[in-house]
């Protein structure tokens, strides 16, 4: 499985950005498609996470309420809406794919490239 991750920029504080992931294909080894993010000095945090039916989403603490994972199959692509962005948002942006629900960035098998955002105060 491979995949492509696009969308970041450089946005304004409370601002808005749409991140896709674009999946060469949606098996059941890649049932479970997640955004991580890693910020310089950190770790890979978890953000968010979705079953490839779209009917279940998970999201970390830290974004529930202004992030939204989305999934359009017939174009084996996931989206991550990012509204109401904070300057501690800034990171670089990574979409994971695997066969688990977990929060867990070394249980998924699959990984795209990573796509810088960054959010000015």
């Known amino acids: 499985v491979q995949l492509q991750a696009s969308g970041g920029g450089l946005v304004q504080a409370g601002g808005s950005l749409r991140l896709s992931c674009a999946a060469s294909?949606?098996?059941?080894?890649?049932?479970?498609m997640a955004w991580f993010r890693q910020a310089p000095g950190k770790e890979r945090e978890f953000v968010g996470r979705i079953f490839w039916s779209g009917l279940s989403t998970f999201y970390a603490d830290s974004v529930r309420g202004r992030f939204t994972i989305s999934i359009e199959n017939a174009k084996n692509t996931v989206y991550l809406a990012m509204n109401n962005l904070k300057p501690e948002d800034t990171a670089v942006y990574y979409c994971?794919?695997?066969?688990?629900?977990?929060?867990?960035?070394?249980?998924?098998?699959?990984w795209g490239q990573g796509t810088q955002v960054t959010v000015s105060s």
């Open positions: 294909e949606l098996s059941f080894s890649s049932s479970f």
């Open positions: 994971a794919a695997g066969p688990r629900a977990t929060t867990e960035a070394t249980k998924y098998d699959y």
